[in-house]
């Protein structure tokens, strides 16, 4: 994953690390899943470089589109049983209600450092090593992206 | 061990009373789930019982530890199961015993009534009221509110 500007300083600043070139990589590429995301935000917490935001506008096709098994499926499948008409758009979630938000994520702003790997309670998260790139001295780094991958 | 009839037993559903021809013995034959906090609403529903004040026949209730244990998927699945009309009774503002649950779910139940409005189903069949546990007036008040807000509603259809 080529490194945005500001993660190009960021690892400037560690000692002995510089990266040769615009399209070195820290760490791992994030992948989301969002049918398995439930919007509860807590990777926006966590989140060292701004990547992620959230909204909290809900659009409830949403639940209509997740798998079965999962609590916003069943939603999904309740919901449908009594609809009287296909969902029209989205509609703001009050404060209190956690889940449910809206997340963005910003590719270009990722440092690929895996933290919201982590944070994320239903693995809609996950993260791969990028092929090829040049780790370098980071190959601890590297085997975290392939543990948390794993 | 004596077995102790299902009605007895705190937060199971009593049996619904049948007219004379087997039917509902309420002519509407709307079915209405209620979910007490445990702390108030159903103290509050313990001393109606006590004192014997008539209440809606249509409302079966739900022992909650907490009304901030409700969460959206209780209601809806009562909804799309059977009920036409579900209301959430917890302590007033401030008295939560666990700080605000109370808070959550009112902020709950808003949620699933914008839900219901996306679908083009009437919002006012979710409704949250709170009370304290004495305040069994305010118990029948708002189990009789609800009970004529949903005669006044045509059933839920479902598919």
């Not at chain 1, 889940?99 to 809609?124: K, N, Q, S, V, W």
């Not at chain 2, 302590?91 to 808070?103: S, V």
């Not at chain 2, 189990?143 to 479902?158: D, E, F, K, N, V």
């Amino acid at each position: 994953m080529p490194l945005t500007a500001r993660g190009r300083e960021m690892l400037g600043s560690l000692p002995g690390v510089a990266p040769k070139t615009a399209t070195d990589g820290i760490g791992c590429e994030i992948v989301r899943h969002e049918e398995l995301c439930i919007g509860c935000g807590r990777c926006v917490k966590v989140c060292p470089s701004a990547a992620i935001a959230e909204s909290a506008l809900f659009d409830p096709l949403q639940l209509y589109d997740a798998p079965a098994g999962t609590t916003r499926g069943a939603l999904g499948a309740c919901l449908r049983r009594i609809a009287r008409h296909e969902p029209d758009g989205s509609f703001e979630v009050p404060d209190r209600v956690r889940t449910f938000r809206t997340i963005e994520f910003d590719r270009d702003r990722c440092l690929g450092c895996g933290a919201c790997t982590r944070a994320c309670p239903t693995g809609a998260v996950t993260a791969r090593p990028v092929d090829g790139a040049d780790l370098g001295c980071l190959a601890a780094t590297r085997s975290f992206a392939t543990a948390v991958s794993a | 061990m004596p077995s102790v009839p299902a009605a007895l037993v705190p937060g199971t559903v009593a049996p619904v009373p049948k007219g004379p021809d087997g039917s509902d013995a309420d002519d509407s034959g709307r079915t209405i789930i209620g979910f007490f906090c445990r702390e108030c609403a159903y103290a509050a529903a313990d001393a109606t019982g006590n004192a014997r004040v008539p209440l809606p026949t249509t409302v079966r209730s739900v022992l909650m530890p907490c009304t901030g244990r409700v969460s959206p998927l209780h209601v809806l699945s009562a909804l799309a199961e059977g009920a036409d009309g579900v209301f959430v009774a917890g302590c007033l503002e401030g008295q939560c015993h666990y700080r605000e649950g109370n808070l959550s779910a009112l902020d709950r139940v808003a949620f699933v009534q914008r839900l219901l409005e996306s679908v083009g189903v009437e919002p006012e069949r979710v409704q949250m009221f709170t009370m304290s546990a004495n305040d069994s007036p305010r118990f029948v008040a708002a189990t009789r509110r609800m009970h004529a807000t949903i005669s006044g509603l045509p059933r839920l259809s479902r598919r």
